[in-house]
């Protein structure tokens, strides 16, 4: 009996253990991609952070149709990369700090075939030497395309494991994907 419960503690500590390695770092203009990032990352009882803007996205922002659209005057512009204002936990204050995990998981829209240039922001300003990332979009139709694999080229020294749109898809259905990459 005695050896049952050490090796389900010892199961429990090496379980807290692993998704205290993953975070899930997300932006979100509407709200899709952070309903997906936070039910993924309850699912796998892994950290989550936000990257917030200093300028937040207004629909007059994000209008695709208009031209000069902040967001179409962005994704038209390779060297654009927004500000940051934060990259926080959505459940406390505590600031992003890549060096305590393993994997991150970056999760973002997909703006014109191509993640939104304040995901770039954050991928550069990171240490990613000795981590793997994963990548995962939502998408009104358009699908992951070059984005992750784009993405990791400006992690300089990261793992890039793959990515995938998950649109549509429970919080287990990302989670047996991402672990299926990490095998």
């Known amino acids: 009996m005695k050896k049952l419960i050490l090796t389900l ?10 998704s205290a390695k993953t975070a899930f770092v997300y932006f979100s203009a509407t709200g899709t991609t952070e309903r997906m990032a936070k039910n993924t990352a309850k699912e796998m009882g892994a950290d989550i952070f936000e990257i917030q803007p200093v300028h937040k996205y207004t629909d007059a922002d994000l209008d695709w149709h208009n031209k000069k659209s902040l967001s179409s005057i962005e994704c038209n ?3 654009s990369r927004p500000s940051i204002k934060a990259v926080v936990s959505t459940s406390s204050t505590t600031a992003f700090d890549i060096s305590g995990y393993d994997t991150v998981v970056v999760c973002y829209p997909i703006w014109w075939a191509y993640a939104p240039k304040i ?6 300003s990171q240490n990613w030497a ?4 994963i990548t995962l979009c939502t998408s009104g139709g358009s ?16 793992d890039f494991k793959g990515g995938k749109d998950f649109t ?3 919080g287990a259905d990302v989670k047996k994907y991402i672990e299926g990459l990490l095998k």
């Open 130 to 133: 000795g981590k793997k990332m």
């Open 143 to 158: 699908g992951l395309g070059r984005s992750g694999t784009d993405l990791s080229k400006f992690a300089k020294g990261v």
């Open 168 to 170: 549509r898809g429970s």
């Open 77 to 79: 512009d390779p060297k």
């Open 9 to 18: 503690l010892l199961g429990g500590l090496i379980m807290t253990g692993l």
């Open 119 to 124: 995901v770039y922001t954050f991928v550069e």
